[in-house]
């Protein structure tokens, strides 16, 4: 069950009452703030644990706000797994998007000012229609090439515009993968890829499940340090 709570300092929190938690648990990203409360725990008591946060929480969002600037600044220099974004000042009188080979072409009318908000959000959700069709075509290609050299069995791969995580794998063995894997460099997609084909056979992170990480990635606890770097960049859209 998900209701919205009006807090009269952070504004309003998503809240999900969830039967699979088991401790309650506050995620924070640029859709704001999200709690997840377990069973037997009340929204009441959700609240007052989101009180007992506040310092760490508003810290959290001040650093997802200087992300958001930060990333704005640098957005029309951004490079995915499969393109990398070029922006062109032209006679036209609309912004125009066009990928060719690896090459994410934007053509702007050279009058405007290209750092107003109007444009930069208009740039933005240009930028991330490709990332969403450029990863539902690489990523499912790449789950099927590192599931047959590995030996693993899934079921079916979903692309979605998840922000709290870079995937998922359920009890049928249905891979969920966040289409902004795009941002960060392929060999930690192939990390977050993997991590999913484990748990199709260990559901648990458990030492089974590690030891079959170590078997396809034996330097995985670097690349899972190294992704976190990375976490920064769904902010971006």
Known sequence: MK?????????????????????????????????????????VQGIEFINSKK??????LTRIEKSKQHIQADITSLKTITFTVSIQAT????????????ILLIEYPQNIDLK???YQQKIKDGIEKFVLAEAKRYLPQRVALLATKYGFRYN????????????????KKNINLSAY????????????????????????HGSN?????????????????????????????
């Open 3 to 43: 209701e919205t709570y009006p807090h009269e300092e952070f504004g309003d929190i998503d809240i999900i009452h969830s039967l699979r938690a088991k401790t309650l648990r506050i995620q924070i990203g640029a859709q704001g703030i999200r709690l997840v409360i377990p069973k037997k725990i009340t929204t």
């Open 55 to 60: 310092d760490w929480i508003s810290k959290a």
């Open 91 to 102: 006679n036209r009188t609309n912004l125009l998007f066009s990928l060719k080979n690896t």
């Open 116 to 118: 107003a908000s109007t």
């Open 156 to 171: 079916e791969v979903t692309i979605r515009r998840t922000k709290q995580r870079w995937g998922s794998c359920s009890s």
């Open 181 to 204: 894997l795009m941002l960060v460099p392929d060999y930690l997609a192939d990390y977050v890829i993997l991590h999913e084909l484990c748990h199709t056979k260990h559901m648990n």
């Open 209 to 237: 499940f590690w030891k079959a990480m170590e078997n396809v990635s034996n330097n995985y606890l670097a690349l899972r340090k190294e992704l976190k770097s990375y976490s920064h960049l769904v902010n971006l859209f």
